[in-house]
């Protein structure tokens, strides 16, 4: 279970919000510019500077505390972040990118997870490449599996699949959310797109302006979007 | 041709630019991922020689380190020396002195690393010491490279602080440009004309060589 209460400022852009997501999969939803992506950042310990107070609890454990001055560093939260953009280390390859937060593990269980990580997400013959020579969709599945190498406990998703085609994508969310189950990793997944918050059948949290204005089940909280996608389905 | 000085000369600007290059490393890291607001102070020390004239940073020193202050006096206790008109005070001259010339390049080259790859760096554990020596460094290579070239050049080229620092002494701190200085008083151009090409022909090879690099790492942005 995640509880989180966030007031930060980035320029004119107010976050502020207190909410708790306890399902295994939440979608927050909302527009452009709703500070999606500025959560999920906050929620991975980046961009600490624009916090002016901050609580996240996660199974019991206090990731952010401005009251008594915790702020566990990103890489100490056992969180993964997937971007939009993947940023995959140029100069390393995709077997070295995806070994990249496994120093800790000796070489042969190092190598068995990258194997089994590429192997998930569908990209195991990329695994010599280098992040040049790969699509985008290549490259995002590359990201992902970068992320989940180190086991994490929470998975924070900004929009990871949108270069990768919908059957594509619909393939690789189904593998995924079964693998997440199995290692009970509890995920939170950030998108603008309203069929991406059907397909998984989450609950979904509202994000308007840096403000939460709904949470619930997905066809309760979306049916604007519902009847729109509805209608536009009609219409073909 | 002074070949003592000559070598003298590559002696100094080789241990300089090994000093620099461990110093200016750390100090760019810090200065491109630190948060302080004290690193602007760091910044400006770092890049004062740029713009102080070398006599003024060779007679802060040679007062520094001298038997003028409690500091100096404490080396010179310590060493059994003063560091004044030794090779060993040229070469803290010439790491102050050619500061700037290895952090700024390499500032600039961490910079230009997509700051997305130092968060993923962090997200997946990474502390300061790794994001450099694994993302930021071999992503700025080529800074790095410009920093140890412009590092030794300058130090090859530097006078003012050398004849404030380190006087003339043959074989301890006498250098190439303070060769080259002597013979033009003694209006031996022939000998200074062989001096000076020596070390044009240094700068010359030196920054080709940069610029090769960066060209068979596919063209000049690495």
């Excluded at chain 2, 080259?180 to 700068?203: I, K, M, P, W």
Aim: charged fraction near 15%; charge should be positive; hydrophobic fraction near 50%.
């Amino acid at each position: 279970m995640l509880e989180i209460a966030f007031d930060a400022r980035r320029g004119s852009f107010h976050l502020q919000l207190e909410c708790r997501f306890t399902t295994a999969w939440t979608v927050i939803f909302g527009p452009s510019g709703a500070g999606k992506s500025t959560l999920l950042r906050l929620l991975a310990g980046l961009d600490r500077d624009c916090v002016h107070t901050a609580r996240v609890l996660y199974d019991g454990r206090l990731l952010s505390d401005s009251v008594s001055g915790i702020w566990l560093a990103p890489g100490r939260r056992a969180t993964a972040l997937v971007a939009q953009q993947p940023a995959l280390f140029p100069h390393l390859s995709v077997r070295a990118n995806v070994a990249y937060g496994l120093a800790h593990l000796d070489r042969a269980a190092r190598t068995a997870r990258v194997d089994e990580m590429l192997t998930l997400v569908g990209a195991r013959d990329l695994a010599g490449r280098r992040p040049q020579h790969l699509s985008g969709g290549e490259a995002q599945r590359v990201a992902l599996a970068r992320a989940l190498a180190p086991a994490p406990r929470l998975l924070l998703l900004d929009e990871p699949f949108s270069a990768l085609d919908g059957t594509a994508a619909d393939a690789l969310l189904e593998r995924l959310q079964s693998w997440l189950r199995e290692h009970s990793v509890q995920t939170l997944q950030a998108t603008h797109d309203a069929t991406d918050a059907f397909i998984t059948g989450a609950e979904v949290a509202l994000l308007r302006e840096g403000r939460l204005s709904a949470q619930g089940p997905a066809a309760e909280v979306l049916t604007a979007e519902r009847a729109r996608l509805t209608r536009h389905l009609n219409a073909i | 041709m002074d070949w003592q000085a000559l070598f003298l000369t590559l002696r100094l600007a080789s241990i300089t630019t090994a000093i620099l290059l461990l110093v200016a490393v750390p100090v760019g890291a810090l200065l491109v991922l630190g948060r302080s607001r004290w690193l602007a102070a760091l910044e400006a020390f770092a890049a004062l020689p740029l713009v102080l004239p070398p006599t003024v940073l060779g007679f802060f020193l040679l007062v520094l380190l001298g038997p003028r202050t409690g500091f100096g006096r404490l080396l010179t206790a310590t060493l059994g020396h003063p560091l004044a008109f030794s090779f060993t005070g040229l070469v803290v001259g010439s790491v102050i002195y050619s500061l700037p010339f290895a952090v700024q390049p390499i500032v600039a080259g961490f910079t230009a690393v997509n700051p997305a790859l130092v968060d993923a760096a962090r997200l997946l554990g990474a502390r300061s010491g790794r994001i450099v020596l694994s993302v930021l460094a071999p992503l700025a290579r080529r800074s790095i490279l410009a920093a140890v070239v412009l590092s030794f050049l300058h130090t090859v080229g530097e006078f003012g602080v050398v004849l404030m620092l380190g006087g003339d002494i043959p074989g301890a701190t006498r250098t190439l440009s303070i060769v080259l200085y002597n013979q033009v008083e003694n209006f031996d151009y022939a000998a200074a004309n062989r001096t000076a090409g020596v070390l044009l022909g240094l700068s010359l090879v030196a920054l080709a060589a940069i610029y090769a690099f960066g060209r068979t790492r596919g063209g000049r942005r690495a």
